[in-house]
C-alpha cells in the first residue's frame, strides 16, 4: 500500500518502488523513471537524465489533460475531456531545472464534475500519452491530484453556483415584472377604450372591464343633423341665385378687370325713354336682368350681411367675365349714361356686353344648381346607408374590444408559463447546488488517494 500524502503535496509512485516511479522498465530495458508532483495547483513533472525520452520531455509541448464525468442540473452524465494548461503553445509551462516542466494547472472547470467520480490527469506531448507507471500495472498514464482535485471541484460549483443562480434568478425578476407590465398595459388600454366609447354615441352607459362585456357595446339609433349646404329642393334654385347674386356684387370691387354687370343692367332698366328698348335685348336676356335685379333686392340684406356664408365657395368669390366683355364695358355704360339718343352702334355695344354678362351669371345659377342638388344626393345615400355604417362600426368596436383581452391573455399566458419555468429552474438550481451535489467531500478524495490507477 502507498503511504498517506499529507495535503500540501504529493508524489506519485508505482506499488514497489515508492519515492520514485518507473516507466516499464521491463519493455523499455532500463531502470530509468519519470516522477509526478504537486501542490496546490501547481504540478510538476520530473525524469532523469539518462531517459531515453529526456531530450523529448525538455524540448516538445507537453500539455495536462483531465478526463471527468460532467453532471448538469438534470443529473445527466457524461464523460468530457478538458485541457488545463494551453495547447499550442512551447512555452506554456515554466522550466524552473533541468529535467523539470511546472505546470499552473485551471483552478475551476467548465462544468461540474461528478461527486462519485474521479477527475483523472495526466500529460501529452504532439497527441502522445505520456506513460508514467509500470506497464504491469495496467493503465500507465492516468492518475489523482486529490489535493487540486479537492481545491478545484469547490471553485467551480462555488462559481458555478454564483454565475447560475444570478442568471436564474434575474430571470424571474424579470418575467415577473413583464407579468405586472401586462396587467398594467391592459389596464390603460381599456381606459383608452372607455374614453373613446364615451365619444360613439352609446345606446347605454359601459364602462368595460371584461371580455364578456363586448358584445353588449351598441350605438343609439340617432338622426343625423342636416349640414347646412344640404337644401330642400325649391330653396336650391333661390340659393344659387342668391350665391350669383353675391359673387356679382362682389366683382364690383375687384380692382383690376371689374364686373360692372349690376351698374349696366340698373341703367338699362331704367332708361326706358331713351331709343334703347327691352326690344332690343333678346327676351330671355330680359327675363334674366328683371331677376337679376329682383334677386339682389330682395336677398340684399341677406347676402351682404356680415354673417352670410354661401352654401358655395366663400364670401370673397366674384363671377369672371371675358377681357373683350370687360374691356367694352366702359363704353356700354358711358352710352347708357346719355342724355341724347343712342346710336345703333351704341345699341350693339350694349347688348354684345350685356348678353356676354348675362351668360356668365345664368351660367354660374345653372352650375351653383348642379352643384346644390349633387350636395342634398350625396346627403341622401348618407343617410339611407347609416343604419349599415351603424351595425359596422358596433361590429368594429366588439371586435376591438375583444382584441385587447385576447392579446393580453394571450401574453399573461406565455410569461406566466414562462415565469413558473423560471421558478422550476431556480429550485432545481438551488437544489443542485445546495445539497452538494456536484461537490467533492473529504471522504471520497481519501478513498482514492491509495490508487495508483485513475478510471472513469
Not at 116 to 139: A, F, H, T, W
Not at 185 to 208: K, M, P, S, W, Y
Request: hydrophobic letters at 35%; charged letters at 20%.
Amino acid at each position: 500500500m502507498l503511504p498517506q500524502v499529507n495535503s500540501y503535496k504529493f508524489l506519485i509512485v508505482c506499488c514497489f518502488c515508492f519515492l520514485t516511479m518507473s516507466c516499464g522498465s521491463t519493455k523499455l530495458g532500463n531502470n530509468l523513471g519519470t516522477t509526478v508532483s504537486g501542490q496546490g495547483n501547481q504540478l510538476v513533472f520530473a525524469w532523469q537524465s539518462d531517459h531515453p525520452f529526456a531530450a523529448n520531455y525538455q524540448r516538445d509541448p507537453i500539455i495536462v489533460v483531465a478526463e471527468y464525468v460532467e453532471i448538469d442540473t438534470n443529473g445527466n452524465k457524461r464523460n468530457v475531456r478538458q485541457y488545463l494548461t494551453p495547447r499550442h503553445s512551447r512555452h506554456q509551462a515554466s522550466q524552473s531545472a533541468a529535467n523539470i516542466r511546472s505546470f499552473q494547472l485551471l483552478s475551476q472547470l467548465p462544468s461540474p464534475p461528478d461527486r462519485s467520480s474521479p477527475i483523472c490527469l495526466y500529460m501529452e506531448s504532439k497527441g502522445q500519452v505520456i506513460p508514467i507507471r509500470d506497464p504491469s500495472l495496467g493503465e500507465t498514464a492516468r492518475f489523482r491530484f486529490p489535493e487540486w482535485e479537492q481545491s478545484v471541484r469547490k471553485n467551480t460549483v462555488s462559481l458555478l453556483a454564483e454565475r447560475d443562480l444570478s442568471i436564474a434568478r434575474n430571470n424571474v425578476t424579470v418575467l415577473s415584472d413583464q407579468l405586472s407590465a401586462i396587467k398594467r398595459n391592459l389596464n390603460t388600454n381599456l381606459n383608452d377604450f372607455n374614453r373613446q366609447l364615451a365619444n360613439e354615441g352609446l345606446a347605454n352607459t359601459l364602462d368595460i372591464s371584461q371580455a364578456n362585456q363586448c358584445p353588449n357595446i351598441q350605438l343609439a339609433n340617432s338622426t343625423q343633423k342636416r349640414p347646412y349646404d344640404v337644401l330642400e329642393e325649391n330653396q336650391i334654385p333661390v340659393a344659387a341665385r342668391e350665391i350669383c347674386s353675391f359673387r356679382t356684387f362682389n366683382g364690383l370691387y375687384v380692382p383690376s378687370g371689374g364686373v360692372k354687370a349690376l351698374v349696366l343692367a340698373y341703367l338699362a332698366i331704367i332708361t326706358p325713354e331713351k331709343t334703347f328698348s327691352v326690344n332690343d335685348i333678346n327676351a330671355n336676356r330680359e327675363t334674366d336682368f328683371v331677376q337679376f335685379l329682383k334677386i339682389l333686392d330682395a336677398h340684399k340684406k341677406k347676402v351682404l350681411a356680415d354673417d352670410y356664408s354661401p352654401q358655395l365657395g366663400s364670401k370673397n368669390d366674384y363671377i369672371r367675365f371675358s377681357a373683350h366683355a370687360v374691356s367694352m364695358q366702359p363704353s356700354a355704360i358711358q352710352a347708357l349714361e346719355k342724355e341724347t339718343t343712342l346710336t345703333a352702334n351704341e345699341i350693339a355695344i350694349i347688348n354684345q356686353v350685356l348678353a356676354a354678362e348675362l351668360d356668365v351669371f345664368s351660367s354660374c345659377i345653372d352650375e351653383g344648381e348642379q352643384q346644390l342638388k349633387t350636395k342634398r344626393i350625396a346627403w341622401e345615400k348618407q343617410v339611407a346607408a347609416s343604419p349599415q355604417r351603424r351595425v359596422a362600426r358596433e361590429a368594429f368596436l366588439q371586435q376591438r374590444c375583444e382584441s385587447l383581452f385576447v392579446e393580453a391573455e394571450q401574453n399573461l399566458q406565455r410569461t406566466e408559463e414562462a415565469l413558473i419555468k423560471a421558478k422550476n429552474e431556480l429550485a432545481k438550481l438551488e437544489s443542485f447546488y445546495g445539497n452538494g451535489t456536484a461537490s467533492s467531500s473529504t471522504s471520497t478524495v481519501s478513498a482514492n488517494l491509495n490508487l495508483l490507477q485513475c478510471q472513469l
